[in-house]
């Protein structure tokens, strides 16, 4: 593909487009302070192009003239933005869209997934917070319940992130229905079946890893509080 | 009623029209952390229509064109956006408009709601700070003073949030001075006469929920902190 | 004066008039949650002129078109704004400009004011932390240095606003060198020569008032900990 | 050089020219809570000229026109801003300058830097935190690994800003290794080849310094967590 078509597949007026759409998001998650000092990625898929942040760069300043585009079949990047490198997180963006069919992975350096991966060891759960509905039951059709547990997997990290790969593959596989892998003294990875769901998901994920640290730093254990004999129940 | 002339009730260049409003006002909810990942909502009156946001949707990118139009008397609604769902919220809301003449009702998933929720049993009670005044007595003229006692009554969650009714009523009945209502591990409920006096007691509730756990965090009790014997009265 | 006269002293196309700097400054008192709910209030003296908010509004909405005006030297107001009431902190306002010469006084609920009302008792007092260098000494030209105490006194608060005016001339006079009352379960007011100093000191204090809290909460004493022998000194 | 010329060193359409940038990431730093209250200071070099804030303004309403510029050659200033004091900060980032051939040069107030520095004696140490792979290992090519180990010198406060230049010259000396030096009970001082760089180690360093209040305040050692025997490795 010659460069002038390459840099069309970044160039839209659309705010919808990935490329652009991309910029937007890291600048809301650069708010949160989920992707400060250059950490975190994102990548977005349309149909069977990839779209995908670059490396080390500040996440907040980026443009759609930074992405890099690769191919999900043939796994060739079909665009490749000058002087900037591919992202580390690319293998792994690609396990949520092969094992999963996911139209987009967030990954993120919150300090609430940090701080859970060093409260909780194999994997996180919470349950009866009603903020868990917003996320999906995935092994069947529909959202969780109130009453229902979420569960996150927890795995370790390594000195390469694309060394992740492996054991982020199993954890996919080991636990069907989650939408997301936290990674020790690390952060989190994401997906969904689109760009938007897996911002939901993001959100209403980091709320509840918010949550979790404030009833610690509170004593009250998440499952076992005030009015849980009333209100709790697991099913 | 036709489509267009549904359309027309939430089109309008007013910023003060509920369905401007709902989106602006959605948009802080969303800054201040009480809706993201899709959580809470909100619903104006206008003489007999109400205006709801719809269920499940990003509250911060919310257009006047998604919003639910029902008519108060009939409980009919006036307007469907098209591929969109009803709010889970509405009996509750409808509870707040029949019961209680609101205006408008406010629900967030705010986490120092939830916080209180697991930290007090049937009632969170504040008394003896000066934000306490921006809150109505209610069951008279004016507003509370500083030497009274701020009542909020908690309800236990249920798995449907339609199936809080009840409760919600209960509570409204049981609690004629309340202008809120926490739901446990959920959130909270706050109505008013008008959609400002919502948006204002909303977030003097919340500075007052914030701040009694910042109280719990430092070991002071509320009611019985240095200076309370010159400072605190219970009238 | 007539109606038309008065509604020229708040309007001007300079963003430093008293009456647009209000605005500016409440909305970002607003976004630091200091003036949340109603909360909180504003005046800055151009000449005998004094600028106020008005009662119970939303400060972060308010327009120069809502502010009253009073005369320093008369105290009759030569603005009154149709259908609001004038700010229960007008007396306390005056006492900054009667008694300090003030050119602006600004009063919040900031949290940080009101947790170390409770964690403190007659004084709040912190050492030997660069930010006390941005206070001026008063009783003398210029700023406080690194190695001198900061002391901000607490008094009790009462029923009605207004009637902090005693002790808060007291605490005017019995402390020379503030430039700031906390009042306990309440809030703080602070003055300064110019609106911006205010502001300055103002932000100044908040900042050392939340470092004193989270001090707290880590179980470091503000003036004992690790280092303190090398590098703190009362002087 | 005439005043025309000198103002001409401030006056640029480019958003990246120093005098722009110094003033846009002020206002980004005030918004993080780090320069507030005339607080911290920045200063950047463009070839032998730099440009540097003014002392005790407010940061986030700085102009390009406030901006001091020196010649590093010959240390003496080539434009001096009307009615504006140098700051007291200029040998300290003439030290960066001088000693590490820095670009740049930011000095903030963040709470979290001075937290550390009273819960840390001689030096803040953090490993096995992804994070730590924005900084770079300086002693050789290339950023710091996830096994690696952070170190950052704290020195002590001195009375008068200008009087910290033997002891920060003193530290970069020890710590060949380091782009940032803590000031005891004061603040931090980062710097970078580029504005960028250095602004992107700053926003590393606090979000690691924040983890570190936060992991002490959960009673969580840094280094000695859950799943610390798979993985933290000291290399």
Chains 1, 2, 3, 4 share one sequence.
Not at 10 to 38: K, M, Q
Not at 71 to 100: G, H, I, M, Q, W
Not at 114 to 132: G, H, P, R, W
Request: glycine share 6%.
């Amino acid at each position: 593909m010659s460069n002038a078509n390459a840099d069309s597949l970044v160039a839209s007026h659309d705010p919808n487009h990935p490329a652009n759409l991309i910029c937007e998001l890291c600048r809301l998650f650069y708010n949160n302070g989920w992707v400060t000092g250059t950490g975190g990625g994102i990548s977005i898929r349309k149909g069977d192009h990839i779209f995908i942040a670059p490396s080390g760069v500040q996440k907040e300043r980026m443009l759609p003239d930074n992405m890099f585009v690769m191919d999900l079949e043939t796994k060739e990047y079909l665009r490749v933005p000058k002087s900037l490198k591919p992202s580390a997180c690319t293998p792994l963006f690609l396990a949520a869209y092969t094992n999963r069919n996911a139209g987009a992975c967030i990954h993120t350096h919150s300090q609430n997934a940090v701080l859970i991966s060093l409260l909780y060891d194999k994997v996180f759960t919470i349950a009866n917070i009603e903020q868990i509905k917003a996320l999906p039951k995935l092994t069947e059709p529909g959202y969780l319940g109130f009453f229902d547990t979420l569960t996150i997997p927890i795995i370790e990290n390594t000195a390469h992130e694309e060394d992740l790969k492996d054991s982020l593959e199993q954890a996919i596989n080991d636990y069907p229905a989650t939408t997301a892998v936290l990674v020790r003294r690390h952060g989190i990875y994401v997906w969904g079946e689109t760009v938007w769901k897996a911002k939901v998901y993001n959100e209403a994920i980091d709320y509840l890893l918010e949550l979790a640290v404030k009833l610690r730093q509170l004593g009250v254990p998440p499952d076992g509080a005030i009015g849980s004999e009333r209100n709790t129940r697991v099913v």
